[in-house]
């Protein structure tokens, strides 16, 4: 991906430390939880990329194109779920940016969430940023986070 540059991709995280985005449109997410009824680790990191993906999707861009995750984790157990499925996800030299809070969620009882920034593959003349169910896409210009 010429437009998306990983700084540092680690092949034992599944991440990279930070990623250079060219300059495109970011979809911003709302935070997803997977529902505290699956109790296994890796069953809900599932459930969330399944419908992360789904987010992304109708905002016009895909799990591909994510540069940085935040995931909200209760446990250890959970970062090392969601580092084998982004390993799965990610299998290039591209992997997006990660971090992650442990703590108890706002899900209660729940496992895991996250929110993300994904880039858009082309600018569609918006100057100004759209809203959109449980998105907002920032128009292209310089960012700094």
């Not at 990279?16 to 296994?40: I, K, R, Y």
Request: glycine residues 6%; hydrophobic residues 45%; negative net charge.
């Amino acid at each position: 991906m010429n437009d998306l540059q990983a700084i540092d991709p680690n092949p034992k995280s599944g991440s990279s430390a930070a990623v250079v985005v060219g300059d495109l449109p970011l979809v911003h997410t709302e935070q997803l939880f997977a529902p505290a009824s699956l109790a296994s680790a890796d069953a809900a990191v599932e459930d969330l990329f399944r419908r992360m993906s789904d987010l992304l999707e109708t905002a016009g861009t895909s799990l591909q194109r994510v540069v940085r995750w935040h995931f909200y984790v209760a446990n250890d157990a959970v970062v090392a779920a969601v580092q084998s499925r982004l390993l799965a996800a990610y299998p290039d030299d591209y992997r997006p940016a990660a971090t992650y809070v442990a703590g108890k969620l706002a899900e209660r009882d729940g496992l895991i969430g996250a929110d993300c920034v994904a880039a858009q593959t082309e600018t569609k003349g918006n100057a100004a940023v759209v809203r959109l169910a449980g998105a907002a896409v920032l128009p292209p210009t310089y960012k700094l986070y």
